[in-house]
């Protein structure tokens, strides 16, 4: 069992930045799979960027470019820098983490999520 806790949402205007991270129970080189999910009022929740243990990252092409996913192994979490922030980037962001690196290519593979944070930009 992997329990995930996130921080780092907030209220942002739009062409701001926000940093979300992600903690958790285990320790992440053991993971194969982790990264970031979003979930807008209506719609599914869809990848947004993912990292596997051997650091190879998937991005969703709406944040190629503004969005990074990286690992700190020092501090066990999984980050995401979000730069160049839309109003249609809010949503409800998760954590997501599966033992089987393959996951990074899915939207809805992972086994262990977090609760979510609100993530809002808006003028």
């Known amino acids: 069992q992997v329990q995930l806790m996130e921080s780092g949402g907030g209220l942002v205007q739009p062409g701001g930045s926000l940093r979300l991270s992600c903690a958790a129970s285990?320790?992440?080189?053991?993971?194969?799979?982790m990264g970031w999910y979003r979930q807008a009022p209506g719609k599914q929740r869809t990848l947004v960027a993912t990292?596997?243990?051997?650091?190879?990252?998937n991005y969703a092409d709406s944040v190629k470019g503004r969005f990074t996913v990286s690992r700190d192994s020092r501090k066990n979490t999984v980050d995401l820098q979000m730069n160049s922030l839309k109003p249609e980037d809010t949503a409800v962001y998760y954590c997501?983490?599966?033992?089987?690196?393959?996951?990074?290519?899915?939207?809805?593979?992972?086994?262990?999520w977090g609760q979510g944070t609100q993530v809002t930009v808006s003028s």
């Open positions: 990292i596997s243990s051997g650091a190879i990252t």
């Open positions: 997501g983490a599966d033992f089987d690196p393959r996951s990074i290519y899915s939207d809805d593979t992972m086994t262990y």
């Open positions: 285990e320790t992440i080189a053991k993971i194969g799979a």
